[in-house]
């Protein structure tokens, strides 16, 4: 679903804390639109793949921090910072 998704570049995962096993995943996206696009034809599909892997017991929460945007400095477009 999202490598097939029009404007998705790569993912990058890190360890925030070891002790407490926290991680944070963060998605690139070429235009801030086609992220909105797909959260907004996906959202269902995320929301019930984030509430199988907290029953699974794969994650403890998984939450939806924000989305963060730059400014290229020749044009209005936003990207994902």
């Given at each position: 679903?999202?490598?097939?998704?029009?404007?998705?570049?790569?993912?990058?995962?890190?360890?925030?804390?070891?002790?407490?096993?926290?991680?944070r995943?963060?998605?690139?996206?070429?235009?801030?639109?086609?992220?909105?696009?797909?959260?907004?034809?996906?959202?269902?599909?995320?929301?019930?793949?984030?509430?199988?892997?907290?029953?699974?017991?794969?994650?403890?929460?998984?939450?939806?921090?924000?989305?963060?945007?730059?400014?290229?400095s020749?044009g209005?477009?936003?990207?994902?910072?």
């Amino acid at each position: 679903m999202l490598y097939e998704a029009d404007g998705y570049l790569f993912t990058e995962v890190w360890c925030e804390s070891p002790e407490a096993r926290q991680y944070r995943v963060k998605d690139w996206w070429d235009w801030h639109r086609n992220f909105e696009k797909f959260r907004g034809r996906f959202q269902s599909e995320c929301e019930r793949f984030e509430s199988w892997i907290v029953s699974e017991g794969l994650v403890e929460r998984a939450q939806f921090l924000g989305a963060y945007y730059e400014k290229y400095s020749d044009g209005d477009d936003l990207v994902p910072s």
